[in-house]
């Protein structure tokens, strides 16, 4: 499998689930009382984030990229939105 193509899948999911954590779940615990939305969606995304960094490390070896670019994809892992625009700035078949 092509390892940006990878990445790019992995992290359009986990930038996807940090956002729907951060502005749907959170807001439903502590705004309405619904804690389990956190705890599925926690899970889900805590899965996703280690894929995300297994995924920035196989393509730091295999492409063989500066490390800079990996820790600014680190970074953008972190980061609401910071997936998508990692992607679009950095990530080219």
């Known amino acids: 499998m092509n390892p ?3 990445l790019k899948t992995v992290g ?3 930038g996807a689930s940090f956002l729907i954590l951060l502005f749907i779940a959170m807001p439903l615990k502590y705004f309405l009382d619904q804690p389990m939305a956190v705890s599925i969606v926690g899970a889900l995304h805590g899965l996703l984030f ?3 960094i297994l995924a920035i490390l196989y393509v730091y070896n295999v492409k063989k990229w500066p490390i800079m670019r990996a820790f ?3 970074l ?4 609401p939105f910071g997936p998508f625009i990692f992607d679009r700035k950095f990530l080219k078949d």
């Open 4 to 6: 940006i193509k990878t």
């Open 50 to 52: 280690v894929l995300y």
């Open 72 to 74: 600014l994809a680190l």
């Open 12 to 14: 359009y999911l986990e």
């Open 76 to 79: 953008s892992s972190v980061l």
